[in-house]
C-alpha cells in the first residue's frame, strides 16, 4: 500500500497472508503465487507485510503518530523486499540457463 492509499480490506482474496503483496502489486498477483510456492522465505516475507499492514491499521485507528510512522516505514520496506525478490526472480528467468 503507498501512503495515502485506501486500506487493504480484510479478505481481499483466497491467500489472505499474501493479500497485502497483492494488493500492493496487482499486477504480479500470479507471480506472488507461484513464487511464495517455490520460496518459503519469499511467503514469510508476504505474509510479514500482510502483518504489518493490519498492525499499521490497527495503529491508525488508535491514534498512535509515532507508531504509524514505525509501522509505515516497516510496510515499505518490506513492500520493497516484496518487489525486489519478484524482480530478481524476473531478471533470473531472461537469463539462459538460469
Not at 482474496?13 to 517455490?38: D, N, S, T, Y
Request: net charge negative.
Amino acid at each position: 500500500m503507498t501512503r495515502g492509499a485506501a486500506p487493504l480490506e480484510s479478505g481481499a482474496g483466497p491467500v489472505p497472508k499474501l493479500a497485502a503483496a497483492v494488493h500492493r502489486f496487482p499486477e504480479r498477483e500470479l507471480e506472488i503465487h507461484r513464487l511464495c510456492q517455490k520460496d518459503p522465505d519469499f511467503a514469510a516475507v508476504c505474509e510479514d507485510l500482510t502483518d504489518a499492514l493490519a498492525a499499521l491499521e490497527h495503529w491508525r485507528v488508535v491514534g498512535a503518530a509515532s507508531r504509524v510512522e514505525e509501522y509505515r516505514d516497516l510496510v515499505d520496506e518490506l513492500a520493497a523486499e516484496v518487489l525486489a525478490a519478484l524482480d530478481a526472480r524476473r531478471c533470473d528467468k531472461d537469463v539462459p540457463g538460469a
